[in-house]
């Protein structure tokens, strides 16, 4: 089946610096999405893109969907401790698939303050 | 707006039992997403119901069912529990329009001895 690499696993930074995220796929997606989560909750969503090439900003957070429609980026600008988290891209192929989305295995965010 | 209630938040099991987990939707989300989360396999699917239809299966045995209601609530059951069904499950919902923006419930705590 389908299958969403994403890198880095994890992330070690320092408060205040600029963090990067990527996510590859060999399969098209018509939608890509960032979601976070934190301990003992469920995934939230961060930003959603609907159109290759999109560039979507949520405060210090941008993300952009691939033109090639097979892959998707997160960058957090200015890191903060409350950033610390599990980030999920995920993949929705469009057609039916509603709520089926395909996540990739999370990037582990530690902020040192 | 509250959000998606998901009950119980943690429970042990022994194999060869089974389960019933419960959600309750975000008032007015009519598609109820059911999730299972594991350390080793990530976010798998594992079906989607809309208006007490299933609309979206993932691969995973016959064990794994599920159900709607009338009033879009939504339980999911496991049978002949396994050791390896142990893991978090968790529920989403989204509105009717198909732009695979899912919310979150915070999950089940599913253990198996």
């Known amino acids: 089946g389908q299958q969403l690499n994403q890198s880095p696993q994890s992330m070690f930074i320092q408060e205040g610096e600029d963090v990067s995220m990527n996510c590859t796929s060999s399969?098209?997606?018509?939608?890509w999405l960032w979601y976070k989560q934190e301990p003992g909750e469920g995934p939230v969503l961060l930003i959603a893109l609907y159109k290759a090439g999109e560039l979507t900003s949520n405060g210090r957070l941008t993300a952009q969907f691939g033109i090639t429609r097979k892959d998707s980026f997160l960058n957090i600008s200015a890191s903060i401790p409350s950033d610390v988290g599990i980030y999920f891209c995920a993949g929705q192929p469009g057609g039916t698939s509603y709520g089926k989305l395909t996540f990739g295995q999370g990037t582990i965010l530690t902020v040192h303050p | 707006k509250a959000g998606v209630t998901q009950t119980p938040r943690y429970l042990i099991k022994t194999r060869g039992q089974q389960v019933t987990l419960s959600c309750s939707p975000i008032s007015g989300h009519r598609s109820v997403s059911w999730y299972q989360q594991t350390p080793g396999q990530g976010l798998q699917f594992l079906f989607e119901?809309?208006?007490?239809?299933?609309?979206n299966k993932g691969n995973f045995p016959g064990r794994f069912s599920g159900r709607q209601f009338s009033n879009s609530r939504s339980e999911m059951n496991v049978s002949t529990l396994e050791l390896g069904d142990s893991a978090l499950y968790l529920c989403a919902s989204s509105s009717t329009v198909n732009t695979g923006e899912l919310f979150f419930g915070e999950g089940s705590r599913l253990t198996v001895l």
């Open positions: 119901y809309f208006s007490e239809t299933q609309r």
């Open positions: 399969s098209i997606f018509n939608t």
